[in-house]
């Protein structure tokens, strides 16, 4: 596809359920990063995927909380046991590359909205 | 990763100029700085990014002193489109994985 896409767009779930976030980054990026945005709140990372390396695990807030990346393409993020704190917009973003001595351009998805009643 | 301080809004109006000035006071040397503009309902867009002096592109420039301390992001002539919150990050791939670190941002709204 031409960008980055997310499925589902919208997500309501109840207390206690597990969910499950899917991201499609663009064809041949390598690097791929999951991030929370909470109402009116700028972005806080959860987790970076490159290429064959151990994915970057530092910003999950919990253990309920986990990625995969199978086949270095398409991407799950798993909130287990959900909690209405839990509430957000989860966006996703590829690059080609984590980049060298340059930030290079993160591409964004739309995000999916996330809501435990 | 250094910390960045901007205002948390700014209002200006269709066809003015607007500067929006990012405090990043310990960048390190190898840190370039990068701002992202983000509409509401979607996921933040690249504008531009620059390490020293002066870039410009279609969309903005980004003027950096000598001492690289601040970067201020200047929009030309805006329009009512370019409400949005603006975001500016400091950091560099070798030293941080990539990750990017948001703060707050600002919020621009133009006034008809």
């Known amino acids: 596809g031409a960008g980055v896409s997310q499925s589902p767009s919208n997500k309501v779930t109840e207390k206690g359920k597990d969910v499950e976030l899917r991201c499609d980054p663009i064809?041949?990026?390598?690097?791929l990063y999951w991030y929370r945005q909470s109402l009116g709140q700028g972005l806080e990372f959860l987790i970076y995927?490159?290429?064959?390396?151990?994915?970057?695990k530092s910003g999950l807030p919990s253990d309920r909380f986990s990625a995969e990346r199978t086949g270095g393409s398409v991407s799950t993020l798993t909130i287990q046991r959900t909690q209405q704190e839990d509430s957000a917009v989860y966006l996703c973003?590829?690059?080609?590359?984590?980049?060298?001595?340059?930030?290079?351009?993160?591409?964004f998805g739309p995000g999916t909205r996330l809501t435990v009643l | 990763l250094a910390k960045t301080t901007q205002p948390i809004s700014m209002d200006s109006y269709e066809g003015q100029e607007v500067n929006i000035t990012c405090s990043h006071n310990?960048?390190?040397?190898?840190?370039?700085i990068t701002w992202y503009q983000q509409f509401p309902s979607q996921g933040p867009r690249f504008i531009i990014q620059?390490?020293?002096t002066k870039v410009t592109n279609e969309v903005a420039s980004l003027f950096i002193p000598a001492d690289r301390k601040s970067s201020t992001l200047s929009l030309p002539r805006v329009s009512l489109s370019d409400t949005a919150v603006y975001y500016c990050?400091?950091?560099?791939?070798?030293?941080?994985?990539?990750?990017?670190?948001f703060g707050q941002g600002t919020t621009l709204q133009v006034k008809p």
């Open positions: 973003a590829s690059s080609f590359s984590s980049g060298l001595a340059v930030f290079n351009e993160q591409f």
């Open positions: 064809s041949g990026h390598t690097a």
């Open positions: 995927f490159q290429g064959n390396s151990a994915p970057d």
């Open positions: 310990n960048i390190a040397t190898n840190d370039y």
């Open positions: 620059g390490y020293k």
């Open positions: 990050l400091v950091g560099n791939g070798s030293s941080n994985t990539g990750k990017l670190i």
